[in-house]
């Protein structure tokens, strides 16, 4: 194994996010080269970097869009995405059921008990249609037992939003024929239980959930500065209030860390600043840690603790903004090699 | 004084008190409406200019099938309509619920099983919604076109499975002497399902749309309505916003199929036969049809959409024979309007999409979607919702 010869990783004792050697390479384009990142609890960080220096596409990685060529990333010390790790045992573990029952079944057939045989055998059918059936929805106890065999799998975004992960999209993917309240509910979906009998019998349990709901998101609102614009379809929502829309629905799944990708693109200096003032305020009310992905130089040095610099899909830098800022490397990248 | 104050508000005439009780109360005004239908519908028929033209048992009888349409329309509309999956085969739940109850049920099928009716409304509901899973499975992901292709295919295996298994389905002959349903009789209060009599049909036809639609309109404003109408927006927003898109797609399917399993049920037991030749492309494609022609995610718009095709069908297009025939029309008395109901179908969908592309009925959400105009920025000139790759 190539890891054992590494350095140990980053325990992270209070990293939300730690990034570990991250690649990810289309055919022979490597797009990211072995990216390390550390986000610490309660922190800003950025990555900023040229156009195509591969930033959304570690962004996707990190989310659990995109599965890394290699390397891995632990959310709060739970290594979360990498490579496959003993992955020739999931199919043991869905055949594992079926098998058990088929060997007690023959042996029903050899002790003559016909009635046993046929119901072992239709046991056998269930078991491994039901096993396959899990290993596609991924439900939360086949996780755990995939984790209690020492099998590791990426996991889905999701399960990242489940881990507490929220994100933001550089284009805005609102739900756009929903109002503005329906999609920060639906934001809201890993923190509601109502089940499917709850719905078809509208018990008092769900309706008292979607009254909470209701009421949670309008705040949700208020907090982005979206007060009173909750039946609105988002589509008819102006740019500036799409992006702040996007952010509050991230922010329904109560994540402790938000992912921002590029939250100000497109934006004029005045919503600009708004947005930024807006991400300090979460930091800074709701102490939920950040990863602000930007091209603008300018625009993160203001508000981040550290700055990691890409480019060529490589870290060329590390560091407070202020180090950044008069690094020859980012310089070069950003203004190209001195002329003489 | 503060009463007077109020009377200066708009929402106290009667129609708005109507309106705020049917919103507050969905499920009872459903329950409520369908009790109407169910007494008024068969009175209504007996008006001298509906009665000239078929008896009233005739009508019943029509209304009867036209409920198992509308059923089957109910059900695409929850996959295609709120979860927005194209589904081109749905006939096959309908077989499947239709076969289940044929062997099940009937003596002349090789099982003898003789479970009676209502349970195998369940039943036959449950088997359909498992095939609807197993359909869902291999589809997840897929999308639009392609998945129509599939649900094509699917929808053309199923009836040519059970033409070809003729060992057990008995091939083009299909499987007949399937009972009709029994109830225990109360005192001298007895109520016979006959061919004859299709009054019990009908009554049990709205009792299931009754529920079927409180179900339906429940789950629609429900976490899992949502997560189905996130998924029809933009998927991959939808699962970074926590939903588990494989789930929530084959609870679409399942839920879909199990109410095309009610329906076939239904159907087997008031037509007393199933055979392959029922469950044909056709239906898959008039029941989509009564769905986007009524209001593709609107209930109500989607039941009269499928009242009115199968009402078009039924009877107009034979009335029209008759009427050009009797009046010895020249050209037109020739022909044969149910020949073309297809044709018919056809150009009413297209002029549809030209028109109203909502649909005759659509639900204020669509209305919305279609007629507001998107203000400052136009959220759907965004690429199309793909897994996106790399940099932009």
Known sequence: ?????????????????????????????????????????????????????????????????????????????????????????????????????????????????????????????????AMLLAAIIRPAWYLRSLRSLGIFRSARPNEMVAAGVGRTFQNIRLFANMTA???????????????????????????????????????MLALVGLKGRGDELAKNLPYGDQRR???????????????????TSGMNPNETAEMMALIRKLREELGISIL????????????????????????????????????????????????? | MTAPS?????????????????????????????????????????????SDFQQQVVWVDGFAITGIYILLALGLNVVVGLAGLLDLGYAAFFAIGSYAFAFAASPQAITHLNISFWPMLI???????????????????????????????????????????????????????????????IGDLCVKFTFLDPFPF?????VILALVMVFIARLQN?????????IREDELAAASSGINTVTTKLLAFALGASTAGFAGVFSASKLGNVTPTDFSFTVSFTVLAMVVLGGMGNSWGVAIGAFVLYTIQAVLLKELNQFFQGQHVPILESIDFVQYQFLLYGIALVAMMLLRPEGLFPSTRRRRELHESAGGVEVTDLPPPTTEIGES
């Open chain 2, 123 to 185: 039943i036959g509901a449950f088997v359909a919604a498992l095939f609807g899973t197993l359909l869902g499975a291999p589809t997840l992901r897929l999308r639009g076109d392609y998945l129509a292709i599939v649900t094509l295919g699917f929808g053309e295996i199923v009836p040519a499975i059970f033409l070809n298994a003729d060992t057990y389905t008995k091939g083009t002959n299909g499987i007949g002497g399937i009972p009709q349903p029994q109830l225990p009789c």
């Open chain 1, 1 to 129: 194994m190539t890891t054992a010869t590494r350095p140990a990783l980053p325990t992270g004792g209070d990293s939300i996010l730690v990034a570990n050697r991250v690649t990810k390479a289309f055919g022979g384009l490597v797009a990211v080269r072995e990216v390390d990142l550390d986000i610490p609890r309660g922190s800003i960080i950025s990555i900023i970097g040229p156009n195509g220096a591969g930033k959304t596409t570690f962004f996707n990685v990190i989310v659990g869009i995109l599965e890394p060529t290699s390397g891995g990333v632990m959310i709060s010390g739970r290594r979360m995405i990498g490579r496959p790790v003993r992955a020739w045992g999931e199919p043991v573990l869905w055949f594992a059921p079926a098998i058990v029952i088929s060997v007690l079944t023959s042996v029903a057939g050899l002790a003559k008990a016909n009635s046993l045989v046929e119901l072992g055998i239709v046991a056998t059918i269930v078991a491994l249609a």
């Open chain 1, 245 to 263: 829309l996007e952010v509050a629905r991230a922010l329904a799944s109560e994540p402790s860390l938000l992912l921002l990708d590029e939250p």
């Open chain 1, 292 to 340: 602000l992905i930007e091209h603008h130089m300018q625009l993160v040095m203001g508000i981040s603790d550290r700055i990691t610099v890409l480019d060529h899909g490589e870290r060329i830098a590390e560091g407070t903004p202020e180090e950044v800022r008069r690094d020859p490397k980012v310089i070069e990248a950003y203004l190209g090699t001195p002329a003489s």
């Open chain 2, 6 to 50: 109020l009377s200066l508000r708009g929402d106290r005439g009667p129609l708005a008190t109507f309106g705020r009780l049917r919103a507050e109360h969905r499920s009872a005004s459903i329950l409520v409406t369908w009790l109407l239908i169910g007494i008024l519908l068969p009175l209504i028929v007996e008006l001298p200019g509906l």
């Open chain 2, 222 to 230: 429900s976490r899992l309505g949502r997560a189905w109408m996130a």
């Open chain 1, 181 to 219: 309240r329906e999609n920060v509910i639906v934001g809201m979906h890993l923190k509601l239980k109502a089940n499917l009998g709850d719905a078809f019998f509208s018990t008092p349990r769900s309706r008292a959930e979607e009254h909470w709901a209701h009421d949670r998101a309008d705040e």
């Open chain 2, 202 to 206: 009908f009554w049990t036809m709205i």
